[in-house]
């Protein structure tokens, strides 16, 4: 039996107005994969940016070989803000194909905004392949794709990236030391326990805060 709110739903994606696409894209992620999946494909393709992106959004919440296969190619789109949001859903489904996928888009893109989606997505799937790549990303101009960098490092477990991110405790930037005290939280070891002693007593309360339950976090492991 179809689901009591189908027919309204596909409806409302066939209504002129984009906040009614929208908010039946919204309730799509809560129907069965069987009857919301091939609405939400259709919406991916649509004339409306918002309408667009909100696809991509839903469509993560329905994973399966087919929604990644279509996110993959979403990450060649010509518009670059169709191409962040697909390497932002790729975070959330998981598939051996992705980080790869999700490192040349990294690579090659010009974008800062895919660049970021891409590291954090990265940093979501918990990869430790995604190494290189990382390591790499935090060399960008962009600071906020440098932040996102470090974050998906602490994520992935990189003890191999200590020596490269402690310099980071000297950041100007002070989003930069924040997001090292978490990243250094999920990398305990001698050297992280002193930098994390150091960002505790940081001039910004973001940077001390973090860093104090960073060290808590070592501790109660």
Not at 4 to 27: G, H, I, W, Y
Not at 78 to 89: D, F, H, L, M, Q
Not at 167 to 176: C, R
Request: charged share 20%; aromatic share 6%.
């Amino acid at each position: 039996m179809a689901h009591p709110r189908l027919q309204e739903l596909t409806s409302k994606l066939k209504s002129d107005d984009n906040c009614d696409r929208l908010l039946a894209l919204v309730a799509l992620r809560n129907l069965p994969t069987t009857e919301a999946f091939p609405l939400i494909k259709l919406m991916l393709f649509d004339d409306s940016l918002p309408v667009r992106s909100m696809a991509i959004r839903s469509l993560a919440s329905h994973p399966s070989a087919e929604s990644v296969s279509l996110l993959i190619q979403l990450l060649d789109d010509p518009n670059y803000e169709i191409r962040a949001g697909a390497a932002g859903a790729l975070g959330y489904v998981g598939d051996q194909n992705i980080v790869q996928a999700l490192s040349r888009v990294f690579l090659e893109d010009t974008e800062w905004l895919v660049c970021f989606s891409a590291a954090v997505s990265l940093g979501n799937l918990k990869d430790p392949s995604a190494y290189a790549v990382l390591l790499h990303a935090l060399e960008h101009s962009e600071v906020i794709v440098q932040q996102a960098a470090i974050a998906a490092l602490g994520e992935i477990k990189a003890f191999d990236a200590l020596e490269t991110l402690l310099p980071f405790v000297q950041s100007e930037d002070w989003m930069v030391r924040q997001y090292l005290a978490t990243a250094l939280g999920n990398l305990p070891s001698p050297q992280s326990i002193s930098a994390l002693k150091y960002l505790a007593k940081d001039d910004h309360p973001h940077v001390a805060s973090a860093a104090t339950i960073a060290l808590e976090l070592i501790h109660e492991s």
